[in-house]
């Protein structure tokens, strides 16, 4: 069963670093990643950004991440999106996405408050055969991991 996997990190070096550990344990059998895609929430101003975007077939082949990015964007976001957050069609819409891909709001909830100014996470759909390497790698890099099982 796929997970939809959040590795955030003290910074976007660190984000960086965990996209490599999901390239890695994908490559040698332990995970198979669909997709994955950074982002950021800046230090000035707090705005939330998609710094390494999904891979264009990525996007049909794993809606997920796809959703769960464009939730995060519109509910987390920057001034931009704080105009768009105070009109119901934008909250709605983030929400459906969300419903449609499979999790709940308290999933993105609980994403929001470790996702501090400055900090990074890697968003990503994978299937694990062993979910303690995942874990460990992500820990020995400074992440904190969370899962949402999809449907």
């Not at 670093?17 to 994955?36: C, V």
């Not at 049909?60 to 519109?74: E, K, N, Q, W, Y």
Request: charge should be negative.
């Amino acid at each position: 069963m796929a997970s939809l996997l959040v590795a955030m990190f003290d910074d976007e070096t660190g984000a960086r670093g965990g996209r490599g550990i999901l390239r890695d344990l994908h490559t040698d059998g332990t995970l198979t990643l669909y997709a994955m895609a950074n982002i950021a929430r800046e230090s000035k101003g707090a705005g939330l950004v998609i710094r390494q975007p999904l891979e264009p077939a990525a996007a049909t082949i794993a809606p997920a991440v796809g959703a769960a990015i464009g939730a995060l964007v519109t509910l987390l976001g920057g001034p931009i999106t704080a105009a768009t957050r105070s009109v119901t069609s934008g909250l709605v819409s983030a929400v459906w996405d969300l419903d449609e891909a499979g999790f709940d709001a308290a999933f993105l909830d609980r994403l929001s408050r470790h996702l501090p100014a400055g900090s990074g996470a890697v968003i990503a759909e994978a299937e694990e055969d062993r979910q303690w390497s995942l874990d460990a790698n992500i820990l020995a890099h400074g992440g904190r991991l969370f899962r949402d099982a999809l449907p």
